[in-house]
């Protein structure tokens, strides 16, 4: 069974630290991608990355960085947490070049600044 | 800069009767449409995807895709009250993030 899984299902941070979110897939995906989902405004690219230690900016990357280490693993890093990044946060993973493959979605991490 | 259009609802449907839900999108070159089904607090989760035009039926949905007017659309039959979710449109371009376009959903609500 595919899976996409994230390192937490719900954080809770202060405004100024600094957070990671994990992204772990077991379906030797090239492209990964991250993801911020709130009311009204649909999902919202923020990175995304085609290969090992290759990332590339989605719609709203400020305040924002990526690292990909491992081909399985994508991480999302929130140098300095502001309020304005509570929300919920999903990673998904897809073949590469494919127009028939889906996007695979991990569960999610609702994060909340304060 | 490619957009995919939902309309956002509440869609209220009485249960039993059929769902009807649209999606159009702006990039001609889209090649391939993804309906995803994401219940409150829940990730998105795939239920059908379509390449040609025409229908494509899988249980008690049907996608049905009009690549001339750039429309794709999703009927639920005989709606449950578990139907109730927001339903995002996707669709794939090709090229850049090699990644899916997707609309904001629209929010589907099955009265019992």
């Known amino acids: 069974d595919v899976k996409v899984t994230q390192s937490s299902r719900y954080l809770v941070k202060r405004t100024g630290e600094k957070v990671f979110l994990e992204c772990v897939q077991d379906m030797d995906h090239e492209n990964m991608f991250w993801y911020r989902q709130d009311p009204g405004l649909g999902l919202r690219l923020i990175y995304f990355?085609?290969?090992?230690?290759?990332?590339e900016k989605g719609d709203i990357p400020e305040g924002y960085s990526v690292s990909r280490e491992k081909k399985e693993r994508f991480s999302l890093i929130l140098e300095s947490a502001s309020t304005n990044q509570t929300s919920m946060y999903l990673c998904?993973?897809?073949?590469?070049?494919?127009?028939?493959?889906?996007?695979?979605f991990g569960p999610g991490t609702r994060l909340t600044v304060l | 800069q490619k957009e995919v259009e939902q309309n956002s609802g509440p869609l209220s449907v009485p249960e039993g009767a059929i769902a009807s839900l649209n999606c159009t999108y702006s990039?001609?070159?889209?090649?391939?449409f993804f309906w995803y089904r994401q219940y409150s607090g829940k990730s998105p989760e795939l239920i059908m995807f379509i390449y040609s035009n025409g229908d494509k039926e899988d249980g008690r949905f049907t996608a049905q895709l009009n690549k001339a007017s750039q429309y794709v659309s999703l009927l639920i039959r005989d709606s449950q009250p578990s139907d109730s979710a927001t339903y995002l449109c996707?669709?794939?371009?090709?090229?850049?993030?090699?990644?899916?376009?997707f609309g904001k959903g629209t929010h589907l609500i099955i009265q019992p």
């Open positions: 990039d001609r070159g889209s090649q391939s």
């Open positions: 996707a669709v794939w371009s090709g090229g850049g993030a090699d990644g899916l376009t």
């Open positions: 998904a993973s897809r073949p590469r070049q494919g127009a028939r493959y889906e996007q695979f």
């Open positions: 990355s085609y290969d090992v230690k290759m990332k």
